[in-house]
């Protein structure tokens, strides 16, 4: 089982969206096992984005995702990595598929209402940065016979 990293961003806690949105994963059968609210500081920030810290539009992202707290989410599945980036959608939720988060919920590049890992080495990095051992739990979901083949698990 793989286990990625989605961060409810401000666009998502100050629209009151958070229960619709982390309804979807578990209507999916995507298991929460980490769940935290946290203030990013700009070292958390920094490494997270360090992709686009050299970017000239960098300052507006940081600012937008520390504009309020956000809530961070360590979820659970097969191949899970890239279902919750097919959730989510692509960047702009101008051109994200309806259906997608992003696609039901935004109509912009940057205020896009979720993170999600990219690939299943960059989740691994980011559920290390984001939360503890501790904050991970491990507990066996009782729907998974209903969710999962026997061979699949
Ligand atoms: N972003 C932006 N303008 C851009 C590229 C990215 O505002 O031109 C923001 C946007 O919020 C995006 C985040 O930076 O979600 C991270 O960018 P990335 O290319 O990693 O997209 P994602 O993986 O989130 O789809
Ligand atoms: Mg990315």
Redesign the pocket.
């Known amino acids: 089982m793989q286990v990625t990293l989605v961060i409810l961003k401000p666009s998502a806690v100050q629209r009151g969206i958070l229960g619709e949105i982390i309804s979807r994963f578990e209507k999916k059968g995507i298991q929460i096992a980490g769940i935290k609210m946290m203030q990013l500081t700009d070292e958390t920030l920094e490494a997270h ?1 360090a ?2 810290t050299e970017k000239p ?1 960098y300052s ?2 940081k600012n937008s995702m520390q504009a309020s707290p956000v809530v961070v989410l360590a979820l659970k599945g097969l191949d899970v990595v890239n279902v919750v980036r097919k959730l989510s959608g ?2 702009n939720g101008r051109e994200a598929q309806p259906g997608t988060i992003r696609g039901d919920y935004s109509m912009s ?2 205020e ?1 209402i979720v ?1 999600a890992s ?1 690939s299943p080495e960059t989740a691994e990095a980011e559920i290390k940065r984001f939360f503890t051992e501790g904050e991970i739990f491990n507990y066996t979901p009782y729907l998974n016979p209903y969710l999962y083949a026997n061979d699949e698990l």
Request: hydrophobic share 40%.
């Open positions: 984005y992709h686009l539009f507006r992202i692509v960047t590049v940057q896009n993170h990219d």
